[in-house]
């Protein structure tokens, strides 16, 4: 199964930006859907993003969609979270998840997960 490492995370005011990113151990990553969920301090986790395998196809959470870009190096191993315009409610944990399946917004019994990077803006 493959490993994440997410980095990146940090404090920023409102306003800027962000780039997180995932790295992968494993020779099948890009096979896997990759996506970011985050978890606010007393809510739920909440998909943010979700790139395909090949990275041709994304797809983004209403709270995020032009503010944020998903983007992928297959030979790097590696996903990225470009988050920009950031907002004080998008401070949370983000997870990198790799969905062995095609691109989807819900979490899966098989998805493997990264341990989390805490982005924090302040106002």
């Known amino acids: 199964q493959v490993q994440l490492v997410e980095s990146g995370g940090g404090l920023v005011q409102a306003g800027g930006s962000l780039r997180l990113s995932c790295a992968a151990s494993g020779r099948t990553f890009s096979t896997y859907a990759m996506r970011w969920f985050r978890q606010a301090p007393g809510k739920e986790r909440e998909f943010v993003a979700v790139i395909s395998w090949s990275g041709g196809s994304t797809y983004y959470a209403d709270s995020v969609r032009g503010r944020f870009a998903i983007s992928r190096d297959n030979a790097k191993n590696t996903v990225y979270l470009q988050m920009n315009s950031l907002k004080p409610e998008d401070t949370a944990v983000y997870y990198c998840?790799?969905?062995?399946?095609?691109?989807?917004?819900?979490?899966?019994?098989?998805?493997?997960w990264g341990q989390g990077t805490l982005v924090t803006v302040s106002s």
């Open positions: 998840n790799a969905h062995p399946g095609a691109v989807a917004t819900t979490a899966g019994a098989l998805d493997a």
